[in-house]
């Protein structure tokens, strides 16, 4: 697939855009990702469901004039896919095949020959209902087979298969990938059939964003899951939420979202007082309080000097493991350098840095800003709190930062950001709570907040 582009009709499927991706013969890929990822519009396409709007097919090397592969010879195994129960093994087969050659006794010798060979151990006479759901996996690896598809779909997104399971399964697949037959698993986590993948991809947002190779797949896909590069869902990927009116002085929780950058403008504020302190005050007057689901380790607090924070003798990717090793244990209370080498380059990746930086001392201001909010991103909060975040950084760098923050958004975060001028927070926010000594006097959210921006760009 190059360049493809599918923008499916149902609102709940993530569009492909730009989507490039190859398979070769007997070659097996683990794609990773969630529900707003575009596997199941990839799958659809793959089995002929949808078809591209952009972009070009090839199979063997030639282009496919169709616009979806629902002409190729493909076999999908997930919940959907099911036989009739009061049929034998062999009247599904032939139902599905139709017209076969040879005769019927000759069909049912290749059949049971293709039943041993994939390890099922049943007789070709056996009613569907009889087989475990296990038995009717293999069942569809000998359809695979008796057709000479090109290619099975393996679809454990919304299957739980045990570890037994898919030991069952691993050398089946191993047979029909020598035979030159590939293999694509569609999952949400890592499973074993990961351990035995030439590949993995990490989907997100309809496209690849990540490709891990046999011997790197163990170990770091696994983190690339946990640094937060998976899927979101599609109201958090859909952009920032339309937020709901805020009343004044009325009580209640302060309605901090998913997908939101809510901004927190108070000229009185002293920028000695530590936000988190200050925010404890505002909702103290204000008569609000926090939402009463936010645990412990849902809200992380970035301080206006974060950056200092930092330990200028680590490198930037023993840095990041600090706080990420919350979730990726150390062996033995030591980080593995693989590791450290592994979040560097993800660092140096995102925010396009040269390839010879690798000391803090290295980065600029703006830079040392970034890594000091990335590290504490990929432990996946709900709620940032960013205390004036663009202070002291030069207007030509807040770029970087304001996009930054934006991609957050789009992943589904909440960033409370607070300063004490609004230009800090112009061009970034979804609404600003203006206040003065704590007491919010004004909302600004949408057309207002735009126009105050208008106004404030034109030299008002």
């Known amino acids: 697939m190059t360049n493809v582009r599918v923008r499916p009709d149902d609102p709940t499927m993530a569009a492909l855009e730009g989507f490039h991706f190859n398979l070769r013969h007997g070659e097996m890929v683990f794609m990773l990702g969630g529900v707003w990822s575009g596997m199941m519009v990839l799958k659809d396409l793959l089995t002929g469901r949808c078809e591209i709007s952009g972009g070009k097919l090839f199979v063997e090397g030639r282009p496919v004039?169709?616009?979806?592969?629902?002409?190729?010879?493909?076999?999908?195994?997930?919940?959907?896919?099911?036989?009739?129960?009061?049929?034998?093994?062999?009247?599904?087969?032939?139902?599905?095949?139709?017209?076969?050659?040879?005769?019927?006794?000759?069909?049912?010798r290749r059949l049971e020959e293709q039943m041993a060979w994939i390890g099922l151990r049943c007789?070709?006479?056996?009613?569907?209902?009889?087989?475990?759901?296990?038995?009717?996996?293999?069942?569809?690896?000998?359809?695979?087979r008796l057709q000479e598809s090109s290619l099975v779909l393996f679809d454990c997104t919304e299957s739980s298969?045990?570890?037994?399971?898919?030991?069952?399964?691993?050398?089946?697949?191993?047979?029909?990938?020598?035979?030159?037959?590939?293999?694509?698993?569609?999952?949400?986590?890592?499973?074993?059939?990961?351990r035995m993948s030439d590949r993995a991809a990490l989907l997100r947002n309809g496209s690849v964003r990540k490709v891990f190779y046999r011997e790197e797949i163990e170990e770091q896909a696994v983190l690339s899951y946990l640094m937060g590069l998976e899927a979101v869902q599609r109201d958090q990927a859909a952009g920032r939420m339309a937020a709901p009116?805020?009343?004044?002085?009325?009580?209640?929780?302060l309605p901090v979202q998913q997908g939101e950058?809510?901004?927190?403008?108070?000229?009185?504020?002293?920028?000695?007082?530590?936000?988190?302190?200050?925010?404890?005050?505002?909702?103290?007057?204000?008569?609000?309080?926090?939402?009463?689901?936010?645990g412990p380790h849902d809200l992380v607090y970035i301080s206006e000097n974060s950056e200092e924070s930092l330990l200028h003798s680590l490198s930037i990717g023993a840095n990041i493991a600090l706080v990420a090793s919350r979730l990726v244990k150390p062996r033995?209370?030591?980080?593995?350098?693989?590791m450290k080498q592994f979040y560097l380059q993800e660092f140096k990746t995102r925010f396009e840095l040269e390839e010879e930086v690798t000391e803090v001392e290295e980065l600029r201001l703006f830079e040392r800003k970034l890594l000091?909010?990335?590290?504490?991103?990929?432990?996946?909060?709900?709620?940032?709190?960013?205390?004036?975040?663009?202070?002291?950084?030069?207007?030509?760098?807040?770029?970087?930062?304001?996009?930054?923050?934006?991609?957050?958004?789009?992943?589904?975060f909440c960033l409370v950001i607070s300063a004490n001028a609004l230009e800090n927070l112009k061009g970034i926010c979804d609404r600003v709570l203006l206040a003065r000594d704590k007491k919010v006097s004004q909302v600004l959210c949408g057309e207002v907040l735009n126009g105050v921006r208008k106004k404030e760009d034109t030299g008002r």
């Open 65 to 108: 004039p169709e616009k979806n592969f629902g002409m190729e010879s493909v076999v999908c195994i997930d919940n959907g896919a099911g036989f009739c129960k009061s049929l034998t093994v062999e009247e599904n087969l032939q139902s599905i095949l139709g017209k076969i050659s040879g005769g019927k006794r000759a069909f049912r």
């Open 123 to 144: 007789k070709a006479d056996t009613l569907v209902s009889q087989l475990s759901g296990l038995d009717q996996c293999l069942l569809w690896l000998v359809l695979a």
């Open 161 to 194: 298969y045990s570890e037994q399971d898919l030991e069952r399964y691993r050398p089946s697949l191993e047979k029909i990938r020598e035979a030159g037959c590939s293999v694509l698993v569609f999952s949400r986590l890592p499973n074993l059939l990961i």
């Open 245 to 253: 009116e805020l009343e004044i002085n009325r009580g209640g929780t």
């Open 261 to 294: 950058i809510l901004g927190i403008c108070d000229a009185s504020w002293s920028l000695e007082e530590p936000m988190p302190d200050y925010i404890e005050g505002l909702l103290r007057e204000n008569g609000w309080s926090w939402p009463m689901d936010l």
């Open 332 to 338: 033995f209370g030591v980080l593995p350098e693989r």
């Open 372 to 412: 000091s909010i990335y590290r504490w991103a990929l432990t996946r909060p709900r709620v940032l709190l960013l205390e004036n975040p663009l202070l002291r950084i030069p207007l030509a760098e807040r770029a970087t930062l304001t996009e930054y923050f934006r991609s957050l958004a789009e992943d589904g």
